[in-house]
């Protein structure tokens, strides 16, 4: 598996515990620039709700969540003022969602990081 399909398991993962959470995907991995994707895109009620989804086989080198740096979280929130700014959207949050794969399947949620 190469790093683009085991990304792609982690966002379905994420989109399933999202959708079991009440959650409706709206768009998933929206590109803005070369540097700015954002993984998915979803609603909760009337509020928008970006996710940056990390993914890791084990927390051996450290856990996903800790893969968020401050440069990645800027390019993120690049691409969340132009989706608003383009979308006319006023109520919104960015989220993380980390999973770790093994020894077994963990999903962590950070809200309005």
């Given at each position: 598996?190469?790093n683009?399909?085991?990304?792609?398991?982690?966002?379905?993962?994420?989109?399933?515990?999202?959708?079991?959470?009440?959650?409706?995907?709206?768009?998933?991995?929206?590109?803005?620039?070369?540097?700015?994707?954002?993984?998915?895109?979803?609603?909760?009620?009337?509020?928008?709700?970006?996710?940056?989804?990390?993914?890791?086989?084990?927390?051996?080198?450290?856990?996903?969540?800790?893969?968020?740096?401050?440069?990645?979280?800027?390019?993120?929130?690049?691409?969340?003022?132009?989706?608003?700014?383009?979308?006319?959207?006023?109520?919104?949050r960015?989220?993380?969602?980390?999973?770790?794969?093994?020894?077994?399947?963990?999903?962590?949620?950070?809200?309005?990081?």
């Open positions: 598996m190469n683009r399909e085991f990304g792609n398991k982690g966002e379905d993962l994420a989109c399933e515990y999202l959708m079991k959470n009440g959650y409706e995907i709206v768009e998933r991995n929206k590109h803005f620039s070369k540097l700015c994707e954002i993984d998915i895109i979803a609603k909760l009620k009337n509020k928008y709700v970006f996710v940056e989804v990390k993914t890791r086989k084990s927390n051996a080198f450290g856990s996903p969540l800790e893969a968020v740096t401050r440069s990645k979280y800027n390019n993120i929130k690049t691409g969340v003022l132009s989706y608003l700014q383009e979308n006319k959207i006023t109520d919104y960015v989220d993380v969602i980390g999973i770790t794969l093994e020894p077994e399947l963990k999903i962590e949620h950070l809200k309005n990081v």
